[in-house]
């Protein structure tokens, strides 16, 4: 059996206690209800499935507001009946002992008018490159389709999303969640201000490193107003080239913001690592920026995703490269994880065709482990 015992010991996060490390990522799963975007009933029994005592959960994706939407399926937080929603699914989690946040999300370029309620979608800058590359797709009623053509957001818009972020903060707050994560990874749109290739401002908002990193830093300040430090979190992607990103010196720039972030004293850093596009394997090419680089520039609590396995997550938590492992795809088809990779079980593998459908299929028929039933 794999010596994974590493990833079994108590972990602090801010003011959240874990009793082990094996996270579960936020993961986009298309199930809640629309037209409306509010978790139900297949999202909660999806969910409790994955709690386990002392496990944090990051929920997926989950838009602020309307016109931050780019995915069908993927829940909200800015109406009451969505707080009601998370609320059933967060006290399922508390009652089997589990912690979970919030994943907090703007989709910026990354979207489609049939998604914002008509309205375009609004980037850093504008980059039609982007919407005529056959490669972007966004998931919209009845099919993938290309991005919708956006537009540059005005320095009056960009403040008025950081209060967008603001109230999704306190939605998630009503909603019972332990704290929210903001997704900065991906290519969405805090990743669409921090990295070159796609902000091409010249204001206070583009250019120098400093001033690309002052959209993120604001609704970092906005969480916290909200939370505390101690319950907010952030998620980066620093290699993630998905979704159209680059940037000139990503270690630069991620350098940069690890240190800006020191001064929050956040609940923890989420790193995706740069084996991981998306949520495909891919080759990390120079420049790239892992977890061991930031380590020694970040000082509080680190989690780091992508491509692990359970030897490798429990060797890269002995080794003090990272304090936690989120694994994404084997939480999709093994609801019981944590005890799988303790217990050293079989891991089922996952259907990648159902990663973004609708219903229960490939959703929350994933069974538990039972002995009988695999032999
Ligand atoms: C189906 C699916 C949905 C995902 N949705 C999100 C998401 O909502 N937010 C996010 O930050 N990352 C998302 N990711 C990325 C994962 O959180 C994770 O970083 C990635 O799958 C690599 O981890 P793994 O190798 O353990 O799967 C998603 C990945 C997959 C496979």
């Given at each position: 059996m794999k010596d994974t015992m590493g990833l079994f010991k108590p972990l602090t996060l801010g003011a959240v206690t874990l009793q082990h490390r094996v996270v579960m990522a936020p993961l986009t799963r298309s199930r809640s209800i629309q037209p409306d975007s509010i978790p139900g009933d297949l999202m909660a029994t999806y969910y409790d499935q994955r709690a386990s005592d002392g496990g944090l959960i990051v929920g997926e994706a989950t838009n602020i507001s309307i016109t931050s939407r780019g995915w069908l399926g993927s829940p909200g937080l800015y109406t009451a009946d969505q707080v009601r929603g998370w609320k059933r699914i967060v006290d399922r989690v508390h009652g089997k002992g589990g912690?979970?946040?919030?994943?907090?999300?703007?989709t910026g370029r990354s979207s489609h008018v049939a998604m914002t309620g008509g309205e375009p979608p609004v980037s850093a800058s504008v980059d039609p490159a982007y919407w005529r590359n056959?490669?972007?797709?966004v998931s919209i009623p009845g099919e993938w389709a290309s991005p919708s053509p956006h537009r540059a957001l005005t320095v009056a818009e960009i403040g008025a999303i950081v209060e967008d972020f603001r109230r999704a903060a306190e939605r998630a707050m009503d909603a019972g969640f332990d704290g929210v994560e903001l997704h900065g990874a991906n290519g969405y749109l805090i990743d669409q201000f921090l990295q070159d290739g796609s902000n091409m401002r010249s204001d206070d908002?583009?250019?120098?490193?400093e001033n690309r990193s002052r959209f993120p830093l604001a609704v970092v300040d906005a969480l916290v107003s909200v939370w505390g430090a101690s319950r907010v979190a952030v998620r980066i992607g620093p290699s993630g080239r998905w979704n159209g990103m680059s940037d000139s010196d990503p270690v630069a720039l991620f350098s940069h913001l690890a240190q800006s972030l020191n001064r929050f004293e956040?609940?923890?850093?989420?790193i995706i690592e740069p084996r991981i596009g998306g949520s495909e394997l891919v080759h990390a090419g120079q420049g790239a920026v892992a977890t061991e680089q930031l380590r020694a520039i970040y000082r509080g609590r680190m989690i780091s995703a992508g491509g692990f396995?359970?030897?490798?997550?429990?060797?890269?938590?002995?080794?003090?490269?990272?304090?936690?492992?989120a694994f994404g795809r084997y939480f999709v088809a093994n609801p019981d994880l944590p005890r799988r990779l303790r217990e050293g079980l079989p891991l089922s593998d996952y259907?990648?065709?159902?990663?973004?459908?609708?219903?229960?299929?490939?959703?929350?028929d994933y069974p538990a482990w039972n002995s009988s039933q695999f032999v």
């Open positions: 912690v979970m946040f919030a994943q907090l999300w703007h056959p490669r972007h797709l908002y583009g250019g120098s490193i956040l609940a923890y850093l989420h396995e359970a030897d490798t997550a429990a060797a890269a938590i002995e080794q003090r490269i990272t304090d936690a492992v259907n990648r065709d159902t990663f973004y459908t609708f219903d229960a299929k490939g959703y929350s």
